[in-house]
Protein backbone atom coordinates (compact mmCIF):
# COMPACT_ATOMS: atom_id res chain seq x y z
CA UNK A 1 0.00 0.00 0.00
CA UNK A 2 1.20 3.70 -0.36
CA UNK A 3 1.45 6.27 2.28
CA UNK A 4 1.84 9.92 2.67
CA UNK A 5 2.65 11.26 5.97
CA UNK A 6 3.21 14.69 6.96
CA UNK A 7 4.72 16.89 9.30
CA UNK A 8 5.97 20.40 10.25
CA UNK A 9 2.33 22.17 10.85
CA UNK A 10 1.93 24.10 14.35
CA UNK A 11 1.32 27.45 15.78
CA UNK A 12 3.35 30.37 14.52
CA UNK A 13 3.01 34.60 14.64
CA UNK A 14 1.82 36.54 11.90
CA UNK A 15 4.90 36.99 9.66
CA UNK A 16 6.69 33.86 10.88
CA UNK A 17 7.69 30.57 8.71
CA UNK A 18 6.36 26.83 8.65
CA UNK A 19 8.42 24.59 6.63
CA UNK A 20 5.91 21.23 5.64
CA UNK A 21 6.89 17.56 4.67
CA UNK A 22 5.50 14.90 3.09
CA UNK A 23 6.96 11.81 2.27
CA UNK A 24 5.41 9.13 -0.02
CA UNK A 25 6.23 5.48 1.04
CA UNK A 26 5.51 1.94 0.24
CA UNK A 27 5.44 0.08 -2.86
CA UNK A 28 6.22 2.49 -5.70
CA UNK A 29 6.64 2.45 -9.42
CA UNK A 30 6.76 6.30 -9.88
CA UNK A 31 5.39 9.63 -8.09
CA UNK A 32 4.33 11.84 -10.63
CA UNK A 33 2.62 15.27 -9.88
CA UNK A 34 2.42 16.64 -6.07
CA UNK A 35 1.29 19.12 -4.56
CA UNK A 36 -0.50 21.16 -1.55
CA UNK A 37 -4.15 21.44 -0.75
CA UNK A 38 -5.67 23.59 2.18
CA UNK A 39 -9.00 23.95 3.86
CA UNK A 40 -9.80 26.41 6.17
CA UNK A 41 -12.80 26.19 8.67
CA UNK A 42 -15.82 27.01 6.82
CA UNK A 43 -14.06 26.62 3.12
CA UNK A 44 -13.99 24.32 0.49
CA UNK A 45 -10.47 22.77 -0.11
CA UNK A 46 -8.74 24.88 -2.36
CA UNK A 47 -5.23 24.41 -4.25
CA UNK A 48 -2.05 26.03 -2.94
CA UNK A 49 0.78 24.95 -4.75
CA UNK A 50 1.57 21.82 -7.35
CA UNK A 51 4.96 20.73 -8.99
CA UNK A 52 5.70 18.04 -11.75
CA UNK A 53 8.12 15.34 -11.31
CA UNK A 54 10.10 17.59 -14.14
CA UNK A 55 10.28 20.48 -11.72
CA UNK A 56 7.66 22.97 -13.02
CA UNK A 57 5.11 24.97 -10.13
CA UNK A 58 2.26 26.24 -9.78
CA UNK A 59 0.38 28.82 -7.24
CA UNK A 60 -2.67 29.65 -5.99
CA UNK A 61 -2.65 33.27 -6.25
CA UNK A 62 -2.80 34.18 -2.25
CA UNK A 63 0.67 32.55 -1.77
CA UNK A 64 2.59 33.61 -4.70
CA UNK A 65 6.01 34.89 -3.33
CA UNK A 66 5.51 33.67 -0.03
CA UNK A 67 5.22 30.16 -0.38
CA UNK A 68 7.74 27.53 -2.19
CA UNK A 69 6.79 24.10 -3.24
CA UNK A 70 9.70 21.94 -3.81
CA UNK A 71 10.78 17.95 -3.98
CA UNK A 72 13.26 15.47 -3.61
CA UNK A 73 12.52 12.62 -5.89
CA UNK A 74 15.34 10.49 -4.76
CA UNK A 75 13.33 10.28 -1.53
CA UNK A 76 9.96 10.82 -2.96
CA UNK A 77 9.66 13.55 -0.76
CA UNK A 78 7.60 17.24 -1.50
CA UNK A 79 8.18 20.44 0.55
CA UNK A 80 6.28 23.12 1.40
CA UNK A 81 8.08 26.42 2.72
CA UNK A 82 5.75 28.59 3.76
CA UNK A 83 7.21 32.66 4.83
CA UNK A 84 5.38 35.81 5.97
CA UNK A 85 2.46 34.00 6.88
CA UNK A 86 -1.11 35.57 7.59
CA UNK A 87 -3.81 34.38 9.89
CA UNK A 88 -6.16 33.78 6.58
CA UNK A 89 -3.37 31.22 6.23
CA UNK A 90 -4.94 29.10 8.91
CA UNK A 91 -5.75 26.14 7.67
CA UNK A 92 -5.39 21.60 7.69
CA UNK A 93 -3.10 21.52 4.31
CA UNK A 94 -2.74 18.23 2.61
CA UNK A 95 -0.14 16.98 0.62
CA UNK A 96 -1.64 15.17 -2.84
CA UNK A 97 0.78 13.03 -4.73
CA UNK A 98 -0.12 11.23 -8.24
CA UNK A 99 1.34 7.95 -7.80
CA UNK A 100 1.77 4.43 -9.73
CA UNK A 101 1.88 2.30 -7.31
CA UNK A 102 4.24 -0.61 -8.13
CA UNK A 103 2.59 -3.37 -10.66
CA UNK A 104 -0.55 -1.63 -11.19
CA UNK A 105 -0.70 0.11 -14.65
CA UNK A 106 -3.04 3.24 -13.63
CA UNK A 107 -2.37 5.95 -11.69
CA UNK A 108 -4.15 6.70 -8.37
CA UNK A 109 -4.52 9.81 -6.33
CA UNK A 110 -3.08 9.64 -2.92
CA UNK A 111 -3.63 12.32 0.15
CA UNK A 112 -2.02 12.89 3.37
CA UNK A 113 -3.64 13.08 6.95
CA UNK A 114 -3.22 16.86 6.77
CA UNK A 115 -1.50 19.06 8.88
CA UNK A 116 -2.54 21.86 11.28
CA UNK A 117 -1.17 25.57 10.55
CA UNK A 118 -2.49 28.02 12.87
CA UNK A 119 -1.22 31.34 12.37
CA UNK A 120 -2.15 33.40 15.37
CA UNK A 121 -0.57 36.67 17.71
Known amino acids: QVQLVESGGGLVQPGGSLRLSCVVSGSIFKVNTMGWHRQAPGKQRELVATITNGGSTNYAESVKGRFTISRDNAKNTVYLQMNSLKPEDTAVYYC???????????????WGQGAQVTVSS
Open 96 to 110: NALVFPSGWAMPRDY
